[in-house]
């Protein structure tokens, strides 16, 4: 009961918190008048002062009501744990959802999803490797017969050019010079002496 005079108030939950170290420890911190009192609850069921697997300490402080629960085992997956203050004045409650890490369940899942994904995944690189390697192959051809059509349509001009110019070099005549036989040169006379012939 409280004492005449003092303004009661129902019970507020004001600070939770848990922390891994040695062992999984939670705390909750409760504020009411008159003082609350604190219960733990693990998995529907109230954890007695000397619980096996827990181990409860609380504080008080005037108004306040302070209480730590000591989990010595790592609790299974989906384990609640829920801790409630109350007085006659109202109840509060939190509750919270543990998980464990080294959860044999969840770790099989984890490797099971792990070991589909790498070997699916190997598959799939598989199935696209396959089907660019004809693609890639394609490509290099492709660039192959390009260059090789390149390279004649190089050469092809230089042989026609060849080609015009040996013809024009046959179709060409020679030049020729006439020479005068030394014949012609006595048998013709000269303007200048048969000047001088019909002169005298």
């Known amino acids: 009961m409280?004492?005449?005079?003092?303004?009661?108030?129902?019970?507020?939950?004001?600070?939770s918190s848990c922390s891994l170290k040695k062992t999984l420890q939670c705390s909750c911190s409760f504020r009411g008048t008159p003082m609350p009192s604190v219960q733990w609850w693990v998995g529907g069921t109230p954890v007695a002062m000397n619980h096996t697997g827990f181990?409860?300490?609380?504080?008080?402080?005037?108004?306040?009501?302070?209480?730590?629960?000591h989990l010595t085992k790592l609790p299974e997956t989906g384990t609640s744990l829920l801790c409630e203050?109350?007085?006659?004045?109202?109840?509060?409650?939190?509750?919270?959802?543990?998980?464990?890490?080294?959860?044999?369940?969840?770790?099989?899942?984890?490797?099971?999803?792990?070991?589909?994904?790498?070997?699916?995944?190997?598959?799939?690189?598989?199935?696209?490797?396959?089907?660019?390697?004809?693609?890639?192959?394609?490509?290099?051809?492709?660039?192959?017969a390009k260059k090789i059509a390149a390279m004649k349509a190089e050469k092809s001009p230089k042989?026609?050019?060849?080609?015009?110019?040996?013809?024009?070099?046959?179709?060409?005549?020679?030049k020729?010079?006439?020479?005068?036989?030394?014949?012609?040169?006595?048998l013709d006379p000269s303007p200048q002496t048969s000047k001088k012939s019909r002169i005298n």
Request: glycine fraction near 10%; charged fraction near 20%; include cysteine.
């Open 85 to 144: 203050g109350r007085n006659p004045e109202g109840t509060h409650a939190l509750t919270i959802l543990l998980k464990s890490g080294r959860s044999p369940l969840v770790a099989q899942t984890f490797m099971k999803g792990l070991i589909r994904g790498v070997f699916y995944g190997a598959i799939g690189v598989t199935l696209l490797f396959l089907c660019l390697v004809p693609l890639i192959a394609k490509h290099i051809r492709m660039k192959q």
């Open 159 to 174: 042989r026609a050019r060849q080609g015009l110019e040996t013809s024009l070099r046959l179709k060409e005549p020679g």
């Open 55 to 69: 181990r409860v300490t609380s504080t008080t402080l005037g108004p306040w009501a302070n209480s730590t629960i």
């Open 176 to 186: 020729s010079r006439v020479t005068p036989s030394p014949e012609q040169q006595i």
């Open 2 to 15: 409280a004492p005449p005079g003092l303004r009661l108030a129902p019970t507020r939950l004001l600070d």
